[in-house]
């Protein structure tokens, strides 16, 4: 049950990783499709935050993924359940979640226009509960969180295509490319620095703040080429519309 592994930990990553989980969930939030999406945010944050706890605990990987299965039924269920109605004990407000629920699968199946928003707003709830709670317990625990963020930089993408395109989205893109670029650089810091210090050397803390530095400025580089990259692109090649 015991698992002594290495764990990773680092303040400045755990608050790049936390908001590259936040953004995708915010701007589907900022679409506005359904009622209730604010859960998203909350749980992806929530999830991410669970996925760091217990993979930085001494508990083994499949102990650590029994406790994460236990919370996802009593977590997001609770949430939902306290939403349901104003009026009436938690009897009252279990039944109506799972009433709506039926009435929302059964109009699926029989091929009818769905109504109630309900399932749509679990579905992506545990979506990104599910992706928080695999990128906090792949960084703390096998010091890679890419298979949860490239999931959640995905989505992200998803969201974009559909949703109107506006000056929010644009700003949240940006911000998303340039935090999982500096969150790359100071994880490949931080492995380097671990090899170095196993062989015995010593390394200074400036060096790590330097990398850092150059990472953002070389980051915010990025961004703004992308940005510009049809500009930039019609700049050379005059007479292109």
């Not at 589907?28 to 760091?52: F, Q």
């Not at 977590?75 to 104003?86: A, D, G, K, N």
């Not at 298979?147 to 109107?164: C, E, H, M, R, S």
């Amino acid at each position: 049950m015991v698992d002594n592994s290495p764990r990773l930990w680092d303040h400045f990553s755990v608050v790049l990783l936390l908001i590259c989980i936040w953004l995708p969930a915010a701007l589907l939030t900022s679409t506005g499709w359904a009622a209730g999406l604010d859960l998203v945010e909350l749980l992806a944050l929530v999830g991410a935050s669970l996925g760091l706890f217990l993979g930085r605990s001494k508990l083994n990987s499949a102990f650590s993924n029994l406790i994460f299965v236990i919370l996802s039924v009593l977590i997001p269920l609770w949430l939902f359940v306290i939403r349901m109605t104003p009026d009436g004990g938690w009897s009252v407000r279990l039944g109506s979640l799972g009433q709506r629920t039926q009435v929302a699968f059964s109009q699926a199946i029989s091929g009818q226009a769905v109504q109630d928003p309900l399932v749509f707003v679990m579905f992506c709830a545990y979506f990104f509960w599910t992706i928080g709670y695999v990128t906090g317990f792949g960084f703390t625990r096998r010091w890679n969180p890419w298979q949860g963020l490239l999931a959640a930089a995905g989505i992200f993408g998803v969201i974009d295509f559909y949703a109107k395109t506006s000056v929010l989205t644009s700003w949240l893109g940006a911000s998303l490319i340039f935090l999982l670029f500096l969150l790359a650089s100071r994880l490949f810091w931080l492995n380097r620095k671990f090899i170095l210090e196993g062989d015995g050397y010593k390394v200074e803390r400036e060096a790590g703040e330097s990398i850092s530095q150059l990472a953002a400025v070389l980051g915010i580089l990025l961004v703004f080429l992308a940005w510009n990259l049809e500009t930039i692109i019609r700049s050379f090649t005059p007479g292109t519309s």
